[in-house]
C-alpha cells in the first residue's frame, strides 16, 4: 500500500473519478478537482466510506487560484505532495476550422493546456522534494489529425510538447503523457452528439460504432493504469508519451496493482 498524496484534476466523472477511487484503493491520499461540487463530493463521499482519505476542493482549474488551493490542501491537510494527475479536459469545439466559435477554441486551450501548466507550476517546489511525478492525460488525437478536432488536436499536441519540455527542465521528477484510449465517458457521448456533420462521416460512424458494439473501454481500465503511473512511474520514463496499455505498463500495472 502506497502512503503517497495526489492532485487529480477532473475527478468528479469518467476516467478521474475512476482513477482516484483506485488511487485511494491503493493506498494514496487523494485531493480531488472539479467544477460540479456536488458530483465531486460524492466520488469524495464514496472514497471515504471505503475508507480512503479524499478532499475536494472543486473549482475551475483554468483559475490560478485553484491550483494554488489545491497543492496548499495537499501540503496542509497531508502534509507533502508526491504527484499531480492533469486529467481535466473538454473537447468541444467539434467544428470544422472554418466554422469553430473562437471563443470556444481559447476555451478548449485554457482548460486542456493552460490549466496543466498552472498546476504543474504550483507544484512543483513540493514535487522536487519528492521528487515526485506529473501526468499529463492526453489522447490519440495529439498525433492523428481528425477532421473537426483541431482544437482538441492542437491542444493535446501541445500537451505533449509541454509534458517533454518538462521532463528535461525537472530531470528529478517525472514526467508522463499518457493516452487512455477510448473510453465510455462523457466526452465519448458529447462527440456522438456534437459530432455528426462536423466529424468527417466515416470517423463519425468509428465513433457510434465503438458505442453500439461494446468497443469503448470502461473508466477503470485506463484508470488503473493511470493510478499506478502517478504512484510508481520510474524516473527513467521522464518525458515518455505512452499507451495506457502498453507493455511497460502492463507489467508495473501487474507489479503494484495485480488483480
Ligand atoms: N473518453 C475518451 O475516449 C478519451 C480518449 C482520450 C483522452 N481522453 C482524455 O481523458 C481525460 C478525461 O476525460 P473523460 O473521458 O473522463 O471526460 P469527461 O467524462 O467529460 O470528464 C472530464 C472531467 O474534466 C472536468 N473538467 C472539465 N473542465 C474543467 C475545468 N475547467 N475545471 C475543472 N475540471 C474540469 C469535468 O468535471 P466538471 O464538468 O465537473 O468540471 C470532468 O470531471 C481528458 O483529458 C480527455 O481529453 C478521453
Given at each position: 500500500m502506497s502512503s503517497q498524496t495526489v492532485i487529480i484534476t477532473g475527478a468528479s466523472r469518467g476516467l478521474g473519478a475512476a482513477a482516484a477511487r483506485i488511487l485511494a484503493e491503493l493506498g494514496a491520499r487523494v485531493v480531488l478537482n472539479a467544477r460540479s461540487e456536488g458530483d465531486l463530493n460524492t466520488v469524495a463521499g464514496s472514497i471515504r466510506a471505503a475508507g480512503g482519505q479524499a478532499i475536494a476542493v472543486a473549482g475551475d482549474i483554468s483559475q490560478p487560484a485553484v491550483s494554488r488551493a489545491l497543492v496548499e490542501t495537499a501540503l496542509s491537510q497531508f502534509g507533502g505532495l508526491d504527484a499531480i494527475v492533469n486529467n481535466a479536459g473538454v473537447i468541444e469545439p467539434i467544428a470544422p476550422v472554418a466554422e469553430a466559435d473562437a471563443d470556444?477554441?481559447?476555451?478548449?486551450?485554457?482548460?486542456?493546456?493552460?490549466?496543466?501548466?498552472l498546476l504543474t507550476q504550483a507544484a512543483i517546489p513540493a514535487l522536487r522534494e519528492r521528487q515526485g511525478r506529473v501526468i499529463n492525460v492526453s489522447s490519440g488525437a495529439a498525433i492523428r489529425p481528425k477532421g473537426?478536432?483541431?482544437?482538441?488536436?492542437?491542444s493535446?499536441?501541445?500537451?505533449?510538447?509541454?509534458?517533454?519540455?518538462?521532463a528535461l527542465e525537472e530531470p528529478r521528477l517525472t514526467a508522463i503523457a499518457l493516452r487512455p484510449g477510448v473510453i465510455d465517458t462523457e466526452m465519448q457521448a458529447v462527440i456522438r452528439r456534437e459530432g455528426q456533420g462536423r466529424m468527417s462521416e466515416a470517423e463519425y460512424e468509428r465513433f457510434a460504432r465503438y458505442h453500439a458494439q461494446g468497443q469503448l473501454n470502461p473508466p477503470e481500465l485506463p484508470g488503473r493504469a493511470l493510478a499506478v503511473l502517478a504512484l510508481y512511474a520510474p524516473p527513467d520514463w521522464n518525458g515518455a508519451f505512452m499507451a495506457w496499455d502498453d507493455e511497460r505498463v502492463a507489467a508495473l500495472v501487474a507489479q503494484h496493482a495485480g488483480m
Amino acid at each position: 500500500m502506497s502512503s503517497q498524496t495526489v492532485i487529480i484534476t477532473g475527478a468528479s466523472r469518467g476516467l478521474g473519478a475512476a482513477a482516484a477511487r483506485i488511487l485511494a484503493e491503493l493506498g494514496a491520499r487523494v485531493v480531488l478537482n472539479a467544477r460540479s461540487e456536488g458530483d465531486l463530493n460524492t466520488v469524495a463521499g464514496s472514497i471515504r466510506a471505503a475508507g480512503g482519505q479524499a478532499i475536494a476542493v472543486a473549482g475551475d482549474i483554468s483559475q490560478p487560484a485553484v491550483s494554488r488551493a489545491l497543492v496548499e490542501t495537499a501540503l496542509s491537510q497531508f502534509g507533502g505532495l508526491d504527484a499531480i494527475v492533469n486529467n481535466a479536459g473538454v473537447i468541444e469545439p467539434i467544428a470544422p476550422v472554418a466554422e469553430a466559435d473562437a471563443d470556444a477554441w481559447q476555451r478548449n486551450l485554457t482548460i486542456n493546456v493552460i490549466a496543466p501548466v498552472l498546476l504543474t507550476q504550483a507544484a512543483i517546489p513540493a514535487l522536487r522534494e519528492r521528487q515526485g511525478r506529473v501526468i499529463n492525460v492526453s489522447s490519440g488525437a495529439a498525433i492523428r489529425p481528425k477532421g473537426g478536432w483541431a482544437a482538441y488536436g492542437a491542444s493535446k499536441a501541445a500537451l505533449n510538447l509541454f509534458n517533454a519540455t518538462l521532463a528535461l527542465e525537472e530531470p528529478r521528477l517525472t514526467a508522463i503523457a499518457l493516452r487512455p484510449g477510448v473510453i465510455d465517458t462523457e466526452m465519448q457521448a458529447v462527440i456522438r452528439r456534437e459530432g455528426q456533420g462536423r466529424m468527417s462521416e466515416a470517423e463519425y460512424e468509428r465513433f457510434a460504432r465503438y458505442h453500439a458494439q461494446g468497443q469503448l473501454n470502461p473508466p477503470e481500465l485506463p484508470g488503473r493504469a493511470l493510478a499506478v503511473l502517478a504512484l510508481y512511474a520510474p524516473p527513467d520514463w521522464n518525458g515518455a508519451f505512452m499507451a495506457w496499455d502498453d507493455e511497460r505498463v502492463a507489467a508495473l500495472v501487474a507489479q503494484h496493482a495485480g488483480m
